[in-house]
Nanobody, 115 residues
Framework: QVQLVESGGGLVRPGGSLRLSCAASGSISEINLMGWYRQPPGKQRELVAVQFSGGGTPNYADSVKGRFTIFRDNAKNTVSLQMTSLQPEDTAVYYC????????WGPGTQVTVSS
């Protein structure tokens, strides 16, 4: 089992920035995929950004490319998401995601972008 705990959500004005963090604990595999998904109000959950533990090019949703950056710290089993130039359409519950043969999800953290 893997436990994921997110932090860093909140309310921000359009154009602002937020940083989300996620800490993983439990049976962490050396090779894994970690990152972030989000679920906007009334919509399905969608990929935001993910990256393999071995590094390599992260996979970003087209809608966040150039605005969001994913950071991983394998030694600490953490993944962060730096979000800049936030827009109202970025409003969603953001979920930390871990995958190593089986998916695990954090409880989610609310990000609201509103003036």
């Amino acid at each position: 089992q893997v436990q994921l705990v997110e932090s860093g959500g909140g309310l921000v004005r359009p154009g602002g920035s937020l940083r989300l963090s996620c800490a993983a604990s439990g049976s962490i595999s050396e090779i894994n995929l970690m990152g972030w998904y989000r679920q906007p109000p009334g919509k399905q959950r969608e990929l935001v950004a993910v990256q393999f533990s071995g590094g390599g090019t992260p996979n970003y949703a087209d809608s966040v490319k150039g605005r969001f950056t994913i950071f991983r710290d394998n030694a600490k089993n953490t993944v962060s998401l730096q979000m800049t130039s936030l827009q109202p359409e970025d409003t969603a519950v953001y979920y930390c995601h871990y995958y190593a043969g089986k998916p695990f999800w954090g409880p989610g953290t609310q990000v609201t972008v509103s003036s």
